[in-house]
């Protein structure tokens, strides 16, 4: 049994725009499920706010993906094959979105093919005729049992911060977060066990992605924490062992 977790306000694991044609409407950040699982699913609409028809595409950028572990995605008249990266410019699949109108016809699959762990993709929807008109949404696709969940704090402001994948940290890893418009002087401070901060990332951005390398840290057990405004509203663990 799946469960979706929508957070209404914004983006642990986005939305991103680079324009203002578009939006997403009803954004899903997070799927929870199970290996056992056949699929996981996400949907969500596309907004047209411009006042002209657009014809849009989507595209996929796989970030992190278990082993075994494969992803798809629909959207307008088909469902495109496994792993695909963009849906097609043939005419007769291009999908219109007339003027403030909104399409809904995308879904996001996951198979976790017996996998435990996380698939993170990003979708960005694009007018075909100006690739830079686009708006994206990343989602985490998660089948770890009883650890998938993402702490909202409602408390002046809307916060996730995602897990770190994979942990233990052994080369290369990320993790998300998100918070509303209004946050400002936020960061991320990373801790040792004896509470020394030993590293600090200004976040420019209300949602993003986090990448770490091994090789910024020893092997042993870190924290790390995200605050705005000189409150912190969500800290988390993670190992490393190269």
């Known amino acids: 049994m799946k469960h979706i977790l929508l957070f209404p306000f914004c983006l642990l694991f986005f939305i991103t725009a680079s324009a203002q044609t578009f939006e997403v409407v ?5 799927v929870e499920g199970n290996a056992s ?32 572990a494969e992803d798809r995605f629909c959207w307008g008249p088909i469902c495109y094959p496994v792993n ?11 999908v219109t979105i007339e003027a403030d109108s909104v399409n809904n016809s995308f879904i996001g ?21 100006n690739f830079s008109d686009e708006i994206c949404n990343t989602v985490t696709y998660c089948t770890l049992e009883n650890d998938c969940a993402v702490g909202v704090i409602e408390n002046k402001m809307s916060v996730s911060l995602g897990d770190i994948g994979p942990n233990p940290l052994s080369a290369n890893s990320a993790f998300s977060y998100q918070l509303n418009g209004k946050a400002q002087n936020a960061s991320i401070h990373f801790y040792n066990m004896i509470g020394e ?29 995200l605050s705005a405004q000189g409150t912190v509203y969500a800290t988390k663990k993670f190992v490393v062992s190269k």
């Open 26 to 30: 009803d954004p899903v950040f997070l």
């Open 37 to 68: 699982d056949l699929e996981l699913d996400v949907h969500w609409g596309i907004h047209n706010l411009s006042s002209e028809a657009k014809t849009v595409r989507v595209s996929r950028t796989l970030i992190q993906m278990e082993s075994g």
């Open 84 to 94: 695909t990266a963009e849906s097609s410019d043939s005419d007769n699949l291009l």
């Open 109 to 129: 699959y996951y198979e976790p093919e017996g996998t435990s762990g996380y698939g993170v993709s990003e979708y960005c929807f694009f007018d075909h005729f």
């Open 197 to 225: 901060q030993i590293r600090e990332i200004n976040l420019n951005t209300p949602q993003g992605i986090v990448y770490l390398s091994s090789d910024d840290f020893e092997n042993g057990v870190y924290f790390y924490a």
